[in-house]
């Protein structure tokens, strides 16, 4: 048995425009943009939305939005989702990077928001 | 003075893919996909996260995500989102379709979440 949740919202963009989307979405969301320390590529837009974390994410590649499923079993989640169809297309460090059925990209993370709130909000599966 | 909040997450898909996108993001999230009645190319996921609506919509176009940011006054937040740097690329019925700094599809659309909730949720903006 494990549990998972819709965690993230990444607004993924080509690196040198990441300094002008983040500044973007700061202003149209209404919250402060700050790099997230250690892993710069990340810029947070904490208190974006009440219950979903938003980042903007400098990328060399496309622009593109992609979402993130946290789960106290990576492993067993990625199976789970890989068996309704995803397939996996890379990994990075613990996040398993799946692209769903219909060509959308979504990441698989270990769990990052407050223990309580995931068990509040996760759904259990077999 | 006019309010808004980040209120949805649409999983744009090509319109053959749909259905099958549909069933993935079902299973994926545990809740059921339901045509929006009126509105057949919209397949809603009632219940996939706590606060924000989520949907597959059915599109002649590459699979994409896109947000919806809804407010009470169309006009005035389209008017601060190009502002900020935001383009306006379409008009659909009441929402207007911006592309913004970065490249990425947002859609500002009317109220639709509970008054209560927007209230409680919205950012004022001067």
Do not use: K
């Not at 990576?74 to 297309?89: C, F, I, M, S």
Request: proline share 8%; aromatic share 8%; net charge negative.
């Amino acid at each position: 048995m494990h549990r998972s949740r819709l965690y993230g919202l990444f607004i993924d963009t080509p690196r040198d425009e990441a300094p002008a989307a983040a500044a973007f979405w700061s202003a149209a969301l209404g919250v402060a943009a700050r790099p997230v320390p250690g892993e710069e590529q990340f810029i947070a837009l904490a208190g974006a939305h009440p219950a979903l974390t938003v980042d903007v994410q400098a990328v060399d590649d496309a622009p593109r939005y992609h979402v993130d499923i946290e789960t106290d079993d990576g492993a067993a989640e990625t199976a789970r989702l890989t068996g309704l169809g995803a397939v996996e297309v890379a990994r990075w460090l613990d996040c398993h990077i799946l692209r769903a059925p219909g060509g959308h990209l979504l990441c698989v993370v270990p769990i990052h928001t407050d223990p309580e709130f995931f068990a509040a909000h996760a759904r259990t599966w077999p």
